[in-house]
């Protein structure tokens, strides 16, 4: 079991919205200390879940890293605006929602802790190969696509068969189709195949600002030294949604594989596993995810009153409710807050290698930069559009309280239990 160490109250910097004008109403709120829930802020999970085993140790935390988006967001418990109502109960051990448009954080709980991805990773292969694969082109999948763990999660895409890559997202992001996955890294890598897709994926994710991403497969199937973070994945997803082909794939509910007469293979449907489409109005696609020992991991996004919210999970458990449905209880809360809510913000693309090393104390990217004298910061540009939005925000302190988390590690793995394997089941994989 998991055991937590107590609360301790310090202070944080919180982040006003960047599309916000700071008027004195809204400095006045922001100025008001991020408020104590009833009965105390609770930890990550704030559902019990039973112990789960992480593939190796996480990395030595990196401050900054920790700190990108802003100071509130280090922490591994609760962070929250300071007119937030209580989040709803969730099992998993990190979670982030965020505004797609904005930017704008809304909240979360130990938004930078490490925790392995499962196939929420298929998104971060998605952010770097559909700019680099034609979805018209026609492609032939090869004995090493279909080399994936036996029982993991497939489409069904036959050894010789020839399709067109479209056909392969789609089998990707409905079915969450592994071997769909190592043929788009092989076809996007370049002369190194599969190992040139992967590395492909890791600078895409160093691009976006997810410096606690690392890819080992391009699927999501553990590996050794493979993380994520519930604040990498929004960034992740939001450079997906920002991409028209991904939009569409994301929200298709049925798709046809066409048949493969020189093999002999019939045309068939595939269904999307994402259930928050059919159960959530406004719904707009997303991703699930699950291995032996990342758990369940979940990424959806939705639309409502104008509003394009996402909400990334890690290391759920389901015993009552499954991940797209702990999903949909956190985007309603998310759109329950007031525009102007935040407690940080997603970073731009391209803004951490911009971003000079600051000295000792000072303020920077990494800790949600704004101008204290007033003075316009340079316009950052959305991804994936023309749009430029003016980078506006400013730094108070706010009393947040962070919860100190140790995590008992269960002995190594041994060789025949939770090793490399990405289950099928009814929610995805």
């Known amino acids: 079991m998991r055991t937590w160490g107590p609360s301790v109250a310090l202070a944080a910097a919180l982040l006003l919205p960047l599309s916000t004008p700071v008027t004195p109403a809204v400095a006045a ?84 802790e490490y925790a392995a991805p499962a196939s929420v990773q298929k998104l971060l292969l998605a952010a770097t190969m559909l700019p680099r694969l034609d979805p018209n082109r026609e492609v032939t999948m090869t004995a090493g696509d279909l080399a994936i763990e036996p029982g993991s999660s497939a489409v069904g895409l036959a050894e010789g068969g020839h399709y067109r890559i479209e056909t392969i997202w789609l089998g990707l992001l409905l079915k969450s189709g592994n071997e769909a996955a190592n043929a788009l890294a092989r076809l996007g890598g370049g002369p190194d195949g599969l190992a040139g897709g992967i590395r492909a994926m890791n600078a895409e994710a160093h691009r976006l600002g997810a410096r606690q991403t690392h890819a080992v497969t391009p699927s999501g199937l553990d590996g050794p030294g493979q993380f994520t973070s519930a604040y990498d994945l929004a960034l992740i997803a939001r450079a997906c949604f920002a991409d028209p082909a991904f939009r569409r794939y994301t929200a298709t509910r049925t798709a046809q594989v066409p048949a493969q007469p020189a093999l002999r293979e019939r045309a068939f449907q595939i269904q999307n596993d994402n259930m928050l489409l059919d159960h959530y109005p406004g719904a707009i696609g997303g991703k699930t995810g699950f291995t032996d020992v990342a758990r369940h991991t979940y990424v959806g996004a939705a639309e409502r009153g104008g509003r394009r919210l996402v909400v990334t999970l890690l290391g759920a458990e389901i015993p009552t409710q499954r991940g797209w449905q702990q999903g949909a209880a956190l985007l309603d809360w998310g759109f329950g807050l007031p525009r102007d809510a935040a407690v940080g913000r997603l970073v731009e693309p391209g803004e951490l290698d911009r971003s000079a090393a600051p000295p000792a104390g000072a303020a920077s990217a990494l800790a949600g930069h704004a101008d204290l004298g007033g003075g316009a910061a340079a316009p950052a540009k959305r991804p994936g559009t023309g749009l430029s939005i003016a980078v506006g925000a400013v730094l108070v302190a706010g009393g947040v309280v962070l919860l100190a988390r140790r995590r008992r590690h269960a002995a190594a793995v041994a060789s025949t239990g939770t090793v490399l394997r990405g289950a099928k089941i009814p929610e995805g994989d």
């Open 29 to 112: 709120r922001a100025a008001a200390p991020a408020r104590r829930l009833p009965g105390g802020a609770p930890p990550c999970p704030n559902v019990p879940a039973p112990a789960t085993r992480p593939p190796q140790a996480p990395p030595s935390p990196d401050p900054a890293a920790r700190s990108v988006g802003g100071a509130a967001l280090d922490t591994a418990g609760l962070v929250v605006p300071p007119v937030a109502t209580a989040p709803p109960p969730v099992t998993a051990i990190s979670w982030l929602v965020a505004d797609l448009d904005t930017g704008a954080v809304l909240g979360g709980c130990g938004p930078h």
